[in-house]
């Protein structure tokens, strides 16, 4: 819908001419100048996900990626979905200029997700992003404030604050902040501890490492290298740098923290209530880290103010740990009769199942019973086309997402430095350490640095 369109939309009903046709009448009920319209940036496997090329909230009307193979297959697949015959721009840019898109979907590397969705927002798009939000606090800051000043709406492709069963730990997390909100697992002002690793149902995916010594390959010809690059350093092209595998490397993502941190740690933010701030210190255990190639942890611990911890473990040193472990109560994933967590699994296929929750004296508490008569988390927008109707806040926006981007981001630094740092949850930025704060804020290249720091 092009700004004309949607200001028709939001105000007809005010002019007296209009109120008493409805837009069916104008323009038909399912007719395309009555739908929101998107655009895809970027055409790898995430962008063929259900929540991008097949989402049906919207209409597909164009796509692009620097590599033309990528492209092709693109047209076809929006053809097979049912799209007809959609865009190719020659980039994004080309993208942004077009007033006929309301939407982008940003699908690209995690390295260009932050200029992208500053420039998108400048452009008057609303925003639908790939997790991770940015790879950087510095670049996720500014994303929040330009998206705010822009006045646009913004959402992270991860979704378990709000719906379906949080990966292994088999439940939804509803009923776990509902807990916590309610003071059940420790007393107001008092601290938890939240472990999370494979012993709770979590894998880091440490596969997700690069190659070291990379030699220099003749670039294809339909792969504009240096686009796909955009504000990451230059770096001689090799296929192991692009597309599948690009997330061993720090230039252009974090392994498995990169790849899985934000649909980890956004719903332990939100569990734990903590969506308004960030941890003040960071603690590291583990092997130096490659400056290029991204390596494994052993343990990762983030504290905030309250003295509540987050503890992300690698090397499974924790595995029989609660996930959570209040002053007054523990919660543990539900397991299956042989021990096991079941993961991916469905809103009906939990509804049978719930986590387990003991006092501190170790008697099990009945949690159905408990939730009957608490009061339920505040209600959030969950349908993001709703969001960009309706300019409503989505349940996952700039804001709480920025927070728990800047979560993970500080585990990253610390893990990149090999050791722990403090950190100020308001200035945002390292407290008296040159280095952690180089990580915060990098620098980008231009001409991206300076499309960054438009208004």
């Known amino acids: 819908m092009n700004t004309s369109r949607r200001t028709f939309l939001k105000t007809a009903g005010a ?14 009920a399912s007719a395309p100048s009555n739908q929101l319209t998107r655009a895809l940036i970027g055409f790898g ?21 620097p590599d033309q193979l990528h492209v092709q297959q693109g047209l076809v697949a929006a053809e097979k979905h049912g799209w007809g015959k959609i865009k190719a721009y020659e980039n994004f840019m080309k ?12 699908c690209t590397p995690p390295h260009w997700h932050g200029v992208q969705s500053v420039m998108a927002a400048n ?13 950087t606090v510095g670049e996720g800051k500014r994303v929040m404030e330009v998206v705010q000043a822009k006045k646009r709406m913004f959402r992270l492709n991860t979704w378990f604050r709000f719906k379906d069963p949080f990966y292994g730990f088999g439940t939804p997390v509803k009923p776990v902040r509902q807990m916590v909100e309610n003071n059940l697992v420790s007393n107001p002002g008092e601290p938890i501890r939240c472990v999370f690793g494979a012993g709770q149902g979590f894998s880091w995916k440490f596969f997700w490492s690069g190659l070291v010594n990379l030699l220099p390959e003749e670039c294809p010809k339909t792969f504009d290298w240096d686009m796909w690059l955009g504000p990451a350093p230059w770096k001689p092209y090799n296929k192991h740098r692009a597309h599948a595998t690009f ?6 993502d974090a392994g498995g923290l990169g790849d899985m941190a934000q649909h980890y740690l956004d719903p332990v933010q939100y569990l734990l209530c903590k969506d308004d701030t960030s941890p003040v210190k960071i603690d590291y255990k583990g092997p130096k880290q490659h400056p290029e190639v991204v390596g494994r942890f052993d343990r990762i611990t983030l504290t905030y103010a309250d003295g509540t911890e987050i503890i992300l473990d690698g090397d499974e040193s924790l595995k029989n740990e609660p996930f959570l472990k209040g002053t007054k109560a523990t919660i543990w994933p539900y397991r299956l009769p042989d021990g096991s967590i079941r993961s991916w699994t469905t ?38 086309m709703e969001s960009v109707r309706e300019r409503k806040q989505f349940a996952l926006n700039e804001d709480n997402g920025f927070r728990s981007c800047t979560m993970f981001n500080l585990a990253i630094v610390a893990q ?32 991206w640095a300076s499309e960054m720091a438009k208004n």
Not at 428 to 440: I, Q, S, V, Y
């Open 15 to 28: 002019v007296g001419a209009f109120n008493l046709i409805p837009a069916k009448v104008l323009w038909g």
């Open 45 to 65: 496997g995430i962008a063929r996900s259900e929540n991008h090329l097949p989402y049906r909230g919207s209409r597909l009307i164009g796509l692009c990626d």
């Open 95 to 106: 993208l942004l200029d077009d007033p006929s898109v309301d939407v982008v979907h940003i």
């Open 123 to 135: 452009a008057g798009k609303d925003i639908w992003c790939e997790k991770p939000m940015t790879r």
């Open 247 to 252: 997330r061993g490397y720090w230039d252009y």
């Open 347 to 384: 809103h009906k296929q939990a509804e049978n199942q719930m986590f387990r929750m003991f006092d501190s004296a170790g008697k099990e508490l009945d949690v159905r019973k408990i939730l009957k008569d608490l009061p339920e988390p505040a209600p959030q927008v969950t349908d993001f």
């Open 416 to 447: 990149r430095l090999g050791r722990g740092f403090e950190f100020d949850p308001v200035t945002l930025h390292a407290k008296n350490d040159p280095a952690a704060e180089r990580l915060l804020y990098q620098s980008m290249r231009e001409p």
